[in-house]
């Protein structure tokens, strides 16, 4: 490339301000005495024709089209060859020395940095009518990108759409308005969009992404996606926690648990009760209470039930039920009893026995616990392998009439002899 010498033509003046009528450019190599050709045009510099008489003579008027192609020293003499100046190492865009564009007040717009042995360059291009400027990376290596580095914690800011036909590494953070990429996208900082990032390829960011992405169908989920996605992002955390879920139309709820809710259980081992206290039951319509696989110490015994009430159980004789015996021997009786101290599970006919395989199962709801106005009811019902190897379904009802005060507590009892094993669960069924 080349620089016009005094745009847009070459003049000279005498020591007395005049023109330098007659007046002799010379040119050199810079730094040197040999002979360096000027040319009159940009074209004839660029192809290194016509060049311009060693030394140029200028014109009445002290002008002459001066153009130089490489570093070069001038030398200015008059028409009796006396040196009126000397100006060394005057740079054209080609060289080394060419290391800034400066603006009106002499401040730096672009700092150019020479590389020793540099292959590979930029290229900027103007354009024709609808058709963008284009910015090319040329030189010797067949694959080179464009490395973009920010200062400090800057980001590099694209405000307008953004379109990137081949692949993009960002090393930093990148702030653009909308991103449309043909290529994939590698990224170890954020990525910030104000609008839509639209990528073809492959989106791989190690920091984190602001803003939305469309057209990622086929994102690797399993794969490509790695982390939890921070709460804040989601409705700004806010009424999330850790018994809440996200839910499908945007916002944080408690997850539910259902109407059945475990309260409390017991496995028994040799021992003589079975005890649940403390219940607070005043949010639940019900209590179910299941037993399984329970056996007896002894032999021929019944399993008992107790209620207790602000935290005594009662032992009196304020229990009533009915129960209907019914056996695979094809036999079936009924029985009430009245005026009890307890509530029999399994009937005393077929009394329940300790054998390997004499084991007592049983179903049983408690309707509304804390009920202060009317008796309790239960209903249950019991199968088992009694002691005379028959088999038995036992349903059964029973009435509290002691009082009309909250059950808190229940009891679970053989009638003689302690509980060998047995499982004891107590759910309650919520009111809503």
Do not use: C
């Amino acid at each position: 490339m080349s620089k016009i010498i005094g745009e847009p033509i070459f003049s000279a003046f005498d020591n007395n301000g005049d023109p330098l009528n007659g007046g002799f450019v010379y040119s050199y190599s810079a730094g040197s005495s040999t002979p360096l050709a000027t040319y009159p045009t940009l074209t004839d510099a660029a192809n290194s024709t016509n060049a311009n008489s060693n030394p140029v003579q200028l014109n009445s008027r002290g002008e002459a089209n001066i153009i130089i192609k490489g570093s070069t020293k001038l030398i200015l003499k008059d028409a009796l060859l006396n040196t009126i100046w000397t100006v060394d190492n005057i740079a054209d865009v080609t060289s080394n020395s060419f290391s800034e564009i400066v603006d009106v007040n002499g401040n730096p717009i672009i700092t150019f940095t020479a590389v020793a042995s540099a292959i590979n360059r930029l290229e900027i291009r103007n354009s024709t009518t609808t058709n963008p400027p284009l910015v090319t990376v040329t030189g010797t290596d067949t694959n080179i990108g464009i490395q973009v580095t920010t200062k400090g914690s800057g980001v590099l800011a694209i405000t307008g759409a953004t379109t990137v036909t081949g692949n993009t590494t960002i090393v930093g953070v990148a702030t653009v308005n909308s991103l449309v990429s043909g290529g994939a996208i590698q990224a170890t900082g954020a990525i910030s969009t104000a609008g839509n990032l639209t990528v073809t390829g492959n989106v791989i960011i190690t920091d984190h992404l602001v803003g939305s992405l469309s057209g990622g169908t086929s994102l690797p989920l399993a794969t490509g996606v790695t982390g939890n996605l921070a709460v804040s992002n989601l409705n700004s955390g806010t009424s999330a926690s850790s018994s809440t879920f996200w839910r499908g139309d945007g916002t944080w709820a408690s997850a539910s648990t259902g109407s059945l809710v475990l309260l409390t259980s017991a496995s028994a081992s040799s021992q003589a009760t079975v005890d649940f206290t403390s219940l607070s039951l005043s949010t639940y319509s019900a209590l179910r209470i299941i037993g399984t696989q329970i056996k007896p110490v002894n032999n021929n015994v019944t399993l008992s039930m107790r209620y207790s009430t602000s935290g005594t159980f009662d032992t009196g004789s304020n229990y009533k039920s009915s129960l209907f015996r019914n056996t695979d021997a094809a036999t079936g009786t009924s029985g009430s009893s009245a005026g009890t101290t307890s509530i029999a599970i399994n009937s005393t006919a077929d009394a329940l026995g300790n054998g390997t395989y004499n084991t007592l199962n049983f179903d049983l709801l408690l309707y509304n616990p804390a009920n202060t106005v009317q008796y309790h009811i239960a209903t249950w019902h019991a199968g088992y392998y009694s002691t005379s190897s028959v088999l038995v379904s036992a349903p059964g009802t029973a009435l509290y009439t002691a009082s009309v005060t909250a059950i808190d507590g229940v009891r679970f009892f053989m009638d003689s002899g302690n509980i060998s094993t047995g499982l004891f669960y107590v759910y309650g069924i919520r009111n809503t």
